[in-house]
């Protein structure tokens, strides 16, 4: 069957193509994609090509597919699969397959198996991992989001503390601690902080500092402080370029002591650096997002090291279970992944997205595979609508859920516009 996608061909070049998909064997499954949104991975692999560690070295004979925060519905499926799913079906999946080894990943490694693509087919290593999920909710941009989610999800379960004299790692973050997201108002630190508001074991302070005010007024406007406080958790958003002394002020806020658990959104020497500095004992850094330049290092605190057992990580990506995390706690309205969506797209728009995602101001970037419309922010809806009602439409949805991507705007939007 015919199938458009955006597919890698070297660096810096991504095109929208359309070509045969074959046809799938005994142990593959062959899905439509109705949702992908964009990750600054996917734009660091466009950048990068063959020099990207996921990418294959014949990515010009054969080209990826790109795009993996995927939703959509299963459409055939082979024999060896069919006692598990049929067709019909909803699906997304954790693309982390790390599968015999490798750095395989669909949207970075595949010919046939991305999320920019109207169908793809779905290789058999995902099923025996395990990586393949059936979606049960009503909108198909949560499960795209929870594979954003999960890689944050991932991130405060791999945290971990000590005991002086006690060798073994308490996992997770600390339980009634302090957290702090740093660079953190842009839309994984919102994950980030929606997370960590919500979850099970909760801190009993979180910081999200950035140096963007408008990032910050809308992550206020969207996670009010006294919110947290009734929950019992003591939220601040601090704007760390007004500050004559970053770190001082930070570890103020603490009390002096400094965090338990620290999160760097940005790979930006002076972001890593006060990371290191706020750490209180036994804080945990986690070095969350990851460099292009394979030189990246910054100054970190060693005599805080030794003497106050502060320690880094980096983690990339979440498992299975961080995704089936993601899935259940938005489904049972404890989070809210649309936290992070600013703009809406159609694949035509995907390719130009991905290679300008660093220039495109706000949050993830969501894309419907099979619409062909621009990539229009929400906040831009009601002016586009001058011109189409249909957008007058969606902008009344979004403005009555505070601004946010929500299941009913994605219905509409799925059932008014042109479909392919």
């Known amino acids: 069957m015919k199938a458009k996608a955006v597919r890698l061909h070297g660096a810096n070049d991504l095109r929208l193509d359309e070509f045969e998909l074959p046809e799938i064997k005994e142990d593959e499954i062959l899905v439509k994609v109705v949702s992908d949104s964009v990750c600054m991975s996917t ?13 294959h070295e014949d990515v010009a004979d054969h080209p990826a597919i790109m795009g993996h925060e995927m939703a959509g519905d299963i459409v055939k499926v082979g024999a060896k699969h069919q006692d598990k799913f049929k067709p019909g079906m909803k699906f997304t999946l954790q693309p982390a397959l790390n599968y015999k080894g490798t750095m395989w990943s669909p949207g970075y490694s595949y010919e046939f198996f991305g999320g920019d693509t109207t169908y793809c087919i779905i290789p058999a290593e995902v099923m025996e991992l395990g990586c393949l999920l059936e979606y049960k909710g009503k909108a198909y941009y949560e499960a795209s989001l929870a594979e954003p989610m999960s890689c944050s999800i991932g991130a405060f379960n791999a945290a971990y503390h000590t005991h002086m004299g006690v060798y073994k790692h308490e996992m997770g973050i600390k339980k009634d601690g302090k957290l702090a997201i740093l660079a953190g108002a842009g839309p994984m630190g919102l994950g980030a902080l929606t997370y960590a508001l919500h979850r099970d074991i909760r801190p ?22 006294e919110e947290a406080a009734a929950d019992g958790i003591e939220l601040h958003f601090v704007n760390t370029g007004k500050m004559e002394d970053p770190a001082a002020g930070l570890r103020e806020i603490t009390g002096g002591i400094g965090f338990d658990d620290v999160f760097c959104y940005a790979p930006v020497e002076a972001v890593v650096e006060l990371s290191s500095a706020v750490l209180g004992r036994d804080g945990c850094l986690n070095f969350f997002a990851g460099p292009t330049d394979k030189q990246f290092s910054a100054r970190m605190n060693f005599y805080d090291v030794h003497y106050n057992s502060t320690h880094v990580m980096g983690t990339t990506g979440g498992n299975t279970d961080d995704m089936i995390e993601s899935l259940r706690l938005t489904a049972e309205n404890r989070i809210d992944p649309a936290v992070m969506v600013t703009h809406i797209g159609g694949l035509n728009a995907a390719a130009e997205t991905t290679l300008n995602l660093p220039k495109i101001p706000g949050g993830k970037k969501l894309i419907y595979t099979h ?50």
Do not use: S
Not at 205 to 215: G, L
Not at 378 to 400: F, N, Q, S, W
């Open 43 to 55: 734009y660091k692999c466009a950048i990068l090509g063959v020099n990207h560690k996921r990418v």
């Open 204 to 225: 009993k302070m979180v910081v999200v500092a950035d140096v963007n005010q408008e990032r910050l007024d809308r992550a206020a406007h969207l996670f009010p402080v």
């Open 371 to 420: 619409l062909n419309m621009p990539l229009v922010a929400l906040a831009d809806l009601r002016e586009m609508g001058e011109k189409d009602d249909r957008y007058t439409a969606l902008a009344d949805i979004v403005d009555a859920h505070k601004g946010l991507w929500c299941p009913e705007a994605e219905e509409y939007l799925l059932a008014h516009f042109e479909q392919e």
